[in-house]
């Protein structure tokens, strides 16, 4: 099993990347789905996190099967 | 279904003539309806803006529309509501969004219609991108209710 780590709008474009399926085993937090994806930068402070489809900060912890997601402030209406 | 996400332009007008047939929500006990409904403009940050594309995140937007409606619903004893949400490529003057509420008194109308709207502007997961005559850019933050 794994995690699912998706990404949306500009930060999707940003990174190049629209969907991960990361080993659940190297992953335990939030915070290590953004890492698994995106080595090279910490994750920006304005930058929403959901996870399992409801909004969550970067320290909660993640399980196998979870689904993380990581995208910009919203713009809809 | 209190949710709608809708991938083609919508009258909003219509949908509400035909929830209210199909939900009876015409009925005795509704004193007030209130609505509000979003159009593309053509212009935004004082560039003109030819059209507009809508992502949103399918299962969570959903989700969190019907909670958020449904804990504002109960807070001020709504009867009924209903929120249509555009997404996809539109153009301007076409209906983004259409959020109605329905409650014995005007109060509640008003006062639910309003915060349905502003949770959605401020945490539900839609994102605009626009479509200028130079290119393309994201838009960052929705303004201020």
């Known amino acids: ?77 | 279904m209190k949710v709608r996400i809708v991938e083609d332009s919508f009258d909003p007008w219509t949908v509400l003539a035909e929830y209210e047939a199909e939900h009876s929500a015409a009925g005795g006990n509704i004193g007030a309806t209130a609505t509000f409904v979003g159009t593309m403009r053509d212009f935004n940050e004082g560039v003109a803006v030819n059209s507009m594309t809508l992502e949103y995140y399918p299962g969570m937007t959903e989700k969190h529309l019907q909670q958020i409606g449904a804990a504002i619903a109960q807070l001020h004893s709504l009867v009924d509501w209903l929120i249509v949400h555009r997404v996809g490529r539109m153009q301007p003057g076409e209906p983004i969004v259409l959020v109605a509420a329905w409650s014995a008194h005007r109060v509640e109308a008003f006062a639910a219609c309003r915060e349905i709207m502003e949770d959605l502007k401020a945490h539900a997961p839609f994102w605009k991108k626009e479509q200028l005559t130079d290119g393309e850019r994201w838009v960052e933050h929705n303004t201020p209710g």
């Open chain 1, 1 to 77: 099993m794994a995690v699912t780590i998706r990404f949306f709008a500009g930060l999707k474009e940003q990174l190049g990347v629209e969907r991960r399926e990361v080993d659940a085993a190297v992953i335990k937090t939030v915070s290590d789905a953004w890492r698994a994806v995106v080595a090279h930068e910490e994750l920006p402070d304005n930058i929403l996190i959901a996870l399992n489809l409801e909004y969550a900060t970067a320290d909660r912890a993640v399980r196998d099967g979870d689904e993380v997601a990581f995208f910009p402030p919203v713009t809809g209406g």
